[in-house]
C-alpha cells in the first residue's frame, strides 16, 4: 500500500469525510482490519480563507506547495488536495513535487464520462464557478459545463461559507440548492458536480433526480486506486 499525503483542513468537516471515505474503500477492498496509510497536514482554515478573500493565491500556493513538499519529504507516495476550490493553485504544486497529484477535476470528469454525459452543472465556491481553473479542465475532457446564474452563485457561495464550513446544516438551504438544481437541468444539465467538498454534506444523490457527482467521494476513490 501507498501512503497518502492529504492536504486538508479545507475545511476540516470536509477533511474528515475524506479520511472516512478513504479507510472505508480501503478496508472495503483488502478487507479485516485493514485501514489507509495517511499523512495529514490539516489547515487553520481561517488563515487559508483570508488568502482567498484578498486574492493573494499566489501566496496560498507557495503555502500548499511547500507542505505538499514536507509531506512528500515524510514519506508521502501521492498527494491529494482535498478541497475543490483550492485546485486553483494545483499547477503550483504539482510543479513543487515529483510524485503523483491527484487532481479532483480529472477524477469528476471520469465519473461523468462513465455515466454517459457530456453536459453537467457545476456548483461550488464563486471561485470554482466564475474562474476557469476548474471548468477549463473539465471542458478539457470534452464536457459542456454550465454554471448558475450571478444571483445564484452568490446564494450557493455564501452557503458554503456562511455555514457548511462552520457545520451548520439548514433545511432551507438545502431547498435552495435544490432549486438552483433544477434550474440547471431545465438550462440542458444532464448532471450536477458537488463542486464544493462541503456541499455534499448538505445536499445527497438521494435530493435529486438527476445524475450528482459527490466530488470527495469519487477523489477519495481515486485516491484508493492509486494507493493499491
Not at 450571478?150 to 461559507?161: A, K, L, R, S
Not at 432551507?172 to 444539465?189: F, K, N, P, Q, T
Request: with cysteine.
Amino acid at each position: 500500500m501507498k501512503t497518502i499525503g492529504l492536504l486538508g483542513g479545507m475545511s476540516w468537516e470536509s477533511s474528515v469525510l475524506y479520511e472516512e471515505l478513504i479507510n472505508t474503500a480501503v478496508r472495503a477492498r483488502l478487507g479485516g482490519v485493514n485501514s489507509a496509510d495517511l499523512i495529514i497536514r490539516s489547515y487553520n482554515f481561517a488563515e487559508i480563507e483570508e488568502l482567498q478573500a484578498i486574492g493573494d493565491w499566489d501566496r496560498a500556493g507557495e503555502l500548499l506547495a511547500a507542505d505538499a513538499l514536507r509531506l512528500v519529504a515524510a514519506g508521502s507516495d501521492l498527494i491529494v488536495l482535498c478541497t475543490n476550490t483550492m485546485h486553483r493553485v494545483s499547477d503550483a504544486i504539482e510543479a513543487a513535487i515529483d510524485v503523483p497529484f491527484i487532481h479532483l477535476a480529472d477524477a469528476t470528469a471520469e465519473a461523468v464520462k462513465a455515466k454517459g454525459l457530456t453536459t453537467v452543472g457545476l456548483l461550488g465556491t464563486r471561485f470554482t464557478m466564475q474562474e476557469d481553473f476548474y471548468r477549463s479542465r473539465l471542458e478539457s475532457h470534452g464536457l459542456t459545463v454550465l454554471v448558475p446564474s450571478e444571483d445564484e452563485q452568490t446564494i450557493v457561495h455564501d452557503i458554503i461559507y456562511n455555514e457548511l464550513v462552520q457545520g451548520q446544516l439548514n433545511r432551507e438551504s438545502r431547498e435552495e440548492y435544490l432549486d438552483v438544481i433544477d434550474r440547471l437541468s431545465s438550462r440542458g444539465a444532464e448532471g450536477v458536480i458537488a463542486g464544493c467538498t462541503e456541499i455534499e454534506l448538505l445536499v445527497s444523490e438521494d435530493d435529486v433526480f438527476v445524475p450528482f457527482f459527490a466530488t470527495t467521494q469519487i477523489h477519495a476513490e481515486a485516491a484508493v486506486q492509486a494507493a493499491l
